[in-house]
């Protein structure tokens, strides 16, 4: 099943998807609502801590085979596209906004190809172990 994860938009629930290993090592995505608290002019979630920023860059076509995510981080695409396939089957599309707390550091892993014309850029933003 393929599905597009559309990019956050005014007035619309935050979210962002995980993709995580079971016990028997099968990647599957997960949707995950972020809890807004009222704050003046808007909401707040709650603080992630992180360890830093990384940038990337990747070239129309770029495909990377089946591999787990090297820690657990933040994937948040900024330009561009990619599909993602998990070793369940299912298949999921992410554009500019989208959020992926990739979580796989075992198992089969995932596929992630950048689609369309442009180059793809995105942020990585690694958790603490």
């Known amino acids: 099943m393929s599905r597009s994860v559309p990019a956050i938009e005014q007035n619309e629930d935050v979210n962002y998807f995980r993709v995580y290993a079971d016990e028997q090592g099968e990647s599957h995505f997960e949707d995950i609502e ?9 909401e707040l979630s709650q603080l992630f801590p992180v360890q830093g920023i990384i940038f990337r ?8 085979g089946w591999h787990t995510a090297p820690r657990r981080q ?3 695409t900024l330009a561009g596209g990619a599909e993602l396939v998990a070793s369940d089957g299912e298949v999921r599309r992410v554009g500019p906004g989208s959020v992926m707390l990739a979580e796989d550091l075992t198992g ?16 990585f933003v690694p958790l603490p172990d």
């Not at 089969?108 to 942020?123: A, D």
């Open 74 to 76: 933040f994937v948040i």
């Open 108 to 123: 089969k892993g995932h596929i992630t190809r950048v689609i369309g014309t442009e180059e793809r850029l995105s942020l």
């Open 57 to 64: 860059r990747q070239q129309p076509g770029y495909d990377h």
């Open 34 to 42: 972020v809890e807004l608290s009222p704050v003046p002019g808007g």
